[in-house]
């Protein structure tokens, strides 16, 4: 398998707990190489914008204004089989599910605070990654 790139957010409330950099730890230790980052604050009209595709589901606005409660940490992480790896780091979106020494086991505070956001396949992976970052802020 090539190198391969994948998009994530350390969310809300693990900026608000100063976890940024052990959860950047998780990353580099399962094999993953941080090869751009930033810390921002999403508008609403952002998150909406990102979150589109819940745009259905009952806990769509919460989810949004979570976003948007504090600064994230939007990243692209690269490595082998990079998107399937970063799932398996975070581990499984409700905490309570979620294996063993993954940061959502770790850190997370609930299945919406659950800490980390990561792509779920290549072709979010490609737009997620050119919503936040120009080629030119990517370094590999
Ligand atoms: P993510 O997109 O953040 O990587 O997480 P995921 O694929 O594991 O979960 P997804 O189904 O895409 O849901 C996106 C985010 O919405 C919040 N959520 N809240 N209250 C709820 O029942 C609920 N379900 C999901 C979580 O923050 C989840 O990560
Ligand atoms: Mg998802």
Known sequence: MALQRTFSIIKPDATRRNLTGKIIEKFEEGGLRVVASKRIHMTEEQAKQFYAVHAERPFYMDLVNFMISG??????????????????????????????????????????????HGSDGPDTAKEEIAFFFSDDEIVG
């Open 71 to 116: 600064p994230v940490v939007v990243q692209v992480l690269e490595g082998e089989d990079a998107i399937a790896k970063n799932r398996e780091i975070m581990g499984a979106t409700n905490p309570a599910d979620a294996a063993p020494g993954t940061i959502r086991k770790e850190f997370a505070e609930s299945i919406e605070a659950n800490s980390v």
